[in-house]
């Protein structure tokens, strides 16, 4: 009887997993026929049949590379590899020299408030910037600020420069830690293939000069990804020393940026739906409690230097998802400053949370009224095209904010003279995100499969944009894990070409035997 539960379970979960990927290819593919079927919000000057041709080359291209990989040896593999680290990071030594900025935005300053905080005699408090409006800047602010006493216990003055050193290793860090996901996973030849997609993937450099949480946490999602594949493949008290340290892993990276809690979700909706019994409910405590342990712990460390309770620091999730519904021409669902201005008006008039999270409710309620069903399709696949949409990951916006200096460079890439990089940046998008839909096609009929975890990973994030306050850097700190998907996708487009190719072939051989019979 308890066999014929199991078997209804899994046959359940089977069901719903398979309901989940189609709904996964066709939001995919949806995505992808935005980006290529219309102009994008922020480059509309490339016409369609451009990105489709360009990204079949580019995949075309890599199924190439994949096909000279599988003749050479593992001493070369390890070579390849190895050169393409180097020339990764070359190009963000490239970055660093001729692309810095002067810090603006949240990461300006947040940087301003570490170094008075440094110089400060007094007993240590937050500043209202954190507690008032955003306490989320919190862990990256005292980073710095325990960053600057320690360079200047040393005598180093220029932070700017070790900052950016130290977003350089942690950028390449996690490169390092998608390749030895993918190493492990698909083995070396996979893996080798993935340096020469990493080089193409911009965002890996580009962002090397803006030190702030989009690259700083983008470690966390990849590295908790490979830690619960760890668990999946030990046994005994390792596995579950793998999940207690995933557990805290995640703490901290929700800590830093809020986002990365999509990870634990799908993680979370990835073992229940491949899982049955008390494995799942060991499972969730031995993951939650340490997370809720580290997160608790902070949350409690940090009112201590709060004038106010914890239950009001900050905006309420409400200001961000009104944001999320504003429509500006060049900027669907981004950052509205109009929105910022109304909320923090109505905080410091006296309202509580509670009260200002109604206020945006009510508002929310008008907007979607005022749009309509047939206005709000149209506001999001605006909204879905300039978060997903935009190859660049925002970087030709973030660099021309006050570059330090001139160069013969920066035309080439935020100036009149970027149309060549931004149309490589769009065409890798879209391939990118095609070999993605591949995954998914490909996943339909392996509802089990570790990588399942991945789709519900990139989905989760998908209806949090729709949903949030968006921009195409909210999606930096997941790249890894889509170029990771966007490898297994294209594993599984060269073993279908394969297919076609054999099958191809006997057809030929049985005609010829059927001819010569004759």
Partial sequence: MNFMKSMKLLNIQSVLMRIFNGVFILVFGYIIFNIVSQPSVLWSLFKPITLIMGSLIFIGLFLMINHWLLKVSQKTLVRLTFVNFVILFLLQ???????????????????NFALSTVESTGDFVLDRYFYFKYPNNIPIYLIYVGMIKFLNSINVTDYLSIFIMLNIILVSFSVFLTYYFIYLRYGLQQATLFSFLMLFITPFYTYTTIVYTDTLVMVFPILSILLYFLFNQSKGFKRYAWLLLLGVILAIGTMIKTNVIITLVAILIHYFMTNKGWNVVIFIILLVLPFYSVTSIYQQEISQYSPISQEEMGFPATHWILMGLHDQPQRPGSYYADDVKQTEELKRSGLTNQELSNWHLEAIKERLEDYGVHGYLIFL????????????YYATNKLSRQPMEDNIFQPYVFGEKNEPF????????????????????????????????????LFGLFLFLLVWEARSRYLILYVPVIATLGIYGLNQLNS??????????????????????N
């Fill in 422 to 457: 931004v149309m490589a940046c769009q065409t890798i998008q879209v391939a990118i995100l095609g070999l993605v839909l591949v995954a998914g096609i490909s996943l339909f009929k392996s509802s089990h499969k570790f990588e399942q975890v991945l789709t519900i990973l």
């Fill in 381 to 392: 696949n605006r909204k879905i095209n300039f978060t997903w949409g935009d190859g660049t």
């Fill in 93 to 111: 030594l490239f970055f660093f020299r001729y692309f810095r900025v002067i810090p603006s935005w949240d990461f300006g300053a947040i940087l």
């Fill in 496 to 517: 279908y070409l394969k297919k076609v190719k054999v099958h191809y072939y006997r057809n030929l051989i049985d005609k010829k035997y059927e001819s010569e019979g």
